[in-house]
């Protein structure tokens, strides 16, 4: 389970997340929602230990993962989709994802541990298969689409094995057709992987269809937890969204 407590964290004067106390129980999906700046990215940043809180835990199957540095989080099972396949567009599907590996045994005696070498390249089959990349393993990541750069970068995350999979808008940048193509791969790595998946999306009809449980950020608060038809009939949700007093805008 993951467990956030009174996670908070402030740039300069703006207060960008404050006391956020959140549970993510083993194996669940959830969708984070909320207008834009309303803090999500920030959320997932300082799980993920892009940043550090100013005050607040984040417990991972009951450890605080607070003041751990980058490799050790990822050791720890937090796993993180990065726009990061396109820095790389020499290397083949293939070389990005056993790079990855590499990279990350390299530092860590630990996750060389848990990724002996021959079982490397059958993991790498494995997420290339589940995301349908596997015709795609001798592609230049130059020369792949937009939807397959964002599947290799939750590739990258997935051959890690984590335990807990953040997805920040995995279907940013999509016309309707490949957005759904997307999200139904997402969907499926979560019932074939049982990783406790947490996914920020804005299109809301993605969201109400996929995701069982919904947490919805305001202004880095909380402001509604629940089931897509308890959050589709929060008062409050309806109002932050479209709320005229507000000022805030679902985009
Ligand atoms: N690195 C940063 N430095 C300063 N302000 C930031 C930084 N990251 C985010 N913010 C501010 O924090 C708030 C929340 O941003 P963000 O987490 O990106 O929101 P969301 O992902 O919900 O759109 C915004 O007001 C944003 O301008
Ligand atoms: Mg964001």
Not at 57 to 64: P, T
Not at 80 to 104: C, D, M, N
Not at 235 to 249: E, F, M, R
Request: with cysteine; charged share 20%; hydrophobic share 45%.
């Amino acid at each position: 389970m993951l467990q956030v407590n009174g996670l908070s964290k402030s740039f300069g004067g703006v207060a960008a997340i404050s006391d956020v106390t959140l549970a993510f129980p083993t194996g669940s999906l959830t969708a984070i929602i909320g207008p834009n700046g309303a803090g999500k990215s920030t959320f997932f940043n300082l799980i993920s230990g892009g940043l550090i809180p100013d005050t607040g835990e984040v417990l991972l199957d009951g450890k605080n993962l607070v003041g751990r540095n980058r490799a050790e989080i990822i050791a720890a099972g937090v796993g993180r989709a990065f726009q990061i396949a396109k820095i790389f567009p020499s290397l083949t599907v293939e070389e990005t994802l056993l790079g990855a590996i590499g990279a990350h045994q390299g530092h860590s005696a630990n996750l060389w541990h848990r990724f002996p070498l021959p079982q490397t390249r059958d993991n790498v089959g494995r997420v290339a298969d589940m995301l349908g990349l596997t015709d795609k393993m001798q592609v230049l990541s130059a020369n792949l689409s937009h939807g397959d750069h964002k599947l290799l970068d939750i590739a990258l995350a997935l051959v890690l094995e984590p335990r807990v999979l953040l997805l920040d808008e995995p279907t940013a940048g999509m016309g309707p057709d490949e957005r759904w193509r997307m999200i139904d791969r997402v969907y499926q790595l979560w019932e074939t992987e049982k990783t406790t998946l947490v996914f920020i999306e804005h299109d809301m009809d993605i969201v109400f269809k996929i995701a069982p449980s919904i947490r919805v950020l305001c202004y880095g608060r909380v402001l509604a937890e629940g089931t897509p038809d308890e959050i589709r009939n929060s008062p409050q949700v309806i109002d932050a969204y479209l709320g005229t007093d507000h000022g805030a805008h679902a985009t």
